[in-house]
């Protein structure tokens, strides 16, 4: 009888946990992280239009990072690095296109795509200056 018991608490905690996971809204998208610029724009196309901007600016900085890293590599390592950004490219390229996806024709898939695009370019500047900031305080070179 106490197995039961105890097996019923299980089960009951089980699908406790399961209608809060279901019922609290979804954070996962990079639209709703807490990092993200765009939080204040109240339509659809104004949060669209603050994304495709911000994504902008954060592929500016992603280009300017890249440059300065690449002044201080020596042409091997060059070449692994543009080898890697080629490919982290790629890979942004389809998960944003995979996030946007889940939106099918909806108006929120415009929008999610430019936040996952600005939050994985913003994402990988700070990966670059992680990885190659030391070697741009050797030479002097820091980010603005």
Known sequence: MAHMQRHSVDFSLLLL????????P?????????DAPCRGPASTYEQTRCFVSASKAADQLLNRTYSRIMEVMSPDEQNDLQRAQRLWLKFRDVNCSAERNLYGSGTAAPMAFAACMEADTRQRADELKTMYGWRLEKFGKAIE
Do not use: E, I, K, R
């Open 17 to 24: 946990a399961t209608c809060l996971f279901f019922s609290s």
């Open 26 to 34: 979804s954070m996962a998208q990079h639209m709703n992280a807490g």
